[in-house]
DNA sequence: TTAATAGTGTCTCTGAGACACTATGTG
DNA sequence: CACATAGTGTCTCAGAGACACTATTAA
């Protein structure tokens, strides 16, 4: 890996600070259960572009922010959330994806076991037109929930502390968008360590009352 | 989602171009075989900070640029690649990774079948000090690849256009650390539908030389 | 009692590991 | 021939699907 000359000087006359630099944000989809489908939070937009349409809640980056803080800072003001599970999702930066300026999103996907009943929430498979490109990332939030779901214990961060085996069924057929064969389900998860039951049996249940589990730490 | 009057206020006097921008790079974790381990490829920096240490070949974007072009330009530039297949990683935003200023890096993965001779990779178990956290985003990049080896084809992005099963068995060891199960590696990965037999064999074998296959489009 | 769901036991099918065996090249 | 690797056939084991059966609650 030799360096030419000009190489050299290219990069001695290199000044990144020369360039507009774009703004960087974050925005986050938060996936939820509603029933027995998928939802996914979103906000209107109260400013141009795209004003009064839905998106999914994000901010800019502070210039001293790390970028979690900032996905945990957009949760809390715009969707009052807090505590949720959180991970990073792909990095959105078409140039004219925004059409002010050129802003480059950090996408989190963020996972809540249930939001107050007047929270904005949509079907992941019905949503209303969304400013930005914020259906594609959506889209690929789904996807990655979709494959996860089968190994890792991501369906279960849509569930309460306590939870059946059923509510985790449905979870995961929720995320799947398919039915889940209910005698393996049940086998791997138990089998899997990722749950542990808790002794007590759920109440109200207009039937046989089912054991209560917990999310293994 | 009712906004109070202070967010409204907040948001009308929101200028994002107020803010110090961060600077957005892109950084490239090349992987490739080099006989039956695992290698990265690295640069060694020519400018301060970290002058002359190694580092991930990287770039940063331009205005207009798309992510993924940058990353192919950072590619051709830096190390003179180009036609490997690139995905994108994560992004890593530490507000003190570089000490000059703000980058914030989108990184992304590449796996180029072979490298010329005098190409500076390194094994991936055996790297240099490294500039930056580039050595937290090739931890990053080898995590991707073990776990998407086991269930995608990236495992024979590794190998050439013509390969032998034990070819393809290398490159899974490689990328996974550990021996793998000959028998049932090449059932599974005839049974996938991956690759495609060309009824030729190899040449120049000592031994019994074996069929050659190449990646199904 | 019936209705509804919880939970158990067991059969089959499929894929992974193990291993014996045959096939085909070089020296 | 010996040796090395390619490739086949088959046994076993473990997990998923299917399904029959029992258990326990409300009404």
Redesign the interface.
């Known amino acids: 890996?030799q360096?030419t000359p000009d190489?050299?000087a290219f990069?001695?006359r290199?000044d990144?600070?020369a360039?507009?630099?774009?703004?960087?944000?974050v925005d986050v989809v938060v996936l939820t259960l509603r029933g027995t489908t998928l939802h996914v939070l979103l906000?209107?937009r109260?400013?141009h572009p795209d004003r009064g349409r839905h998106a999914l809640p994000g901010a800019?980056?502070?210039?001293?922010?790390?970028?979690e803080a900032a996905a945990v800072r957009a949760l809390a003001?715009k969707?009052g959330i807090s505590g949720v599970y959180l991970e990073?999702l792909?990095?959105f930066?078409?140039?004219d994806r925004d059409p002010r300026?050129?802003?480059?999103s950090?996408a989190w996907l963020a996972l809540a076991p249930s939001l107050p009943d007047?929270?904005?929430v949509w079907p992941v498979e019905e949503l209303p037109a969304l400013a930005f490109d914020h259906a594609e990332i959506i889209a690929t939030a789904h996807a990655r929930m979709r494959g996860k779901v089968e190994y890792t214990d991501l369906g279960l961060r849509l569930l309460p502390d306590r939870f059946t085996l059923r509510d985790a069924q449905r979870a995961w057929e929720a995320v799947l968008g398919r039915p889940v064969n209910k005698d393996s389900f049940r086998r791997s998860l138990l089998h899997s360590g990722l749950v542990r039951p808790l002794g007590e049996r759920e109440a109200d249940s207009q039937h046989r009352p089912a054991e209560l589990y917990t999310r293994r730490t």
Chains 1, 2 share one sequence.
């Open positions: 890996m360096r190489e050299l990069l001695a290199y990144p600070t360039f507009d630099r774009p703004s960087v944000a906000v209107q109260a400013e800019f980056v502070g210039p001293r922010e790390e970028l003001g969707a990073q792909a990095t930066g078409a140039p300026l050129r802003v480059i950090v007047g929270a904005p």
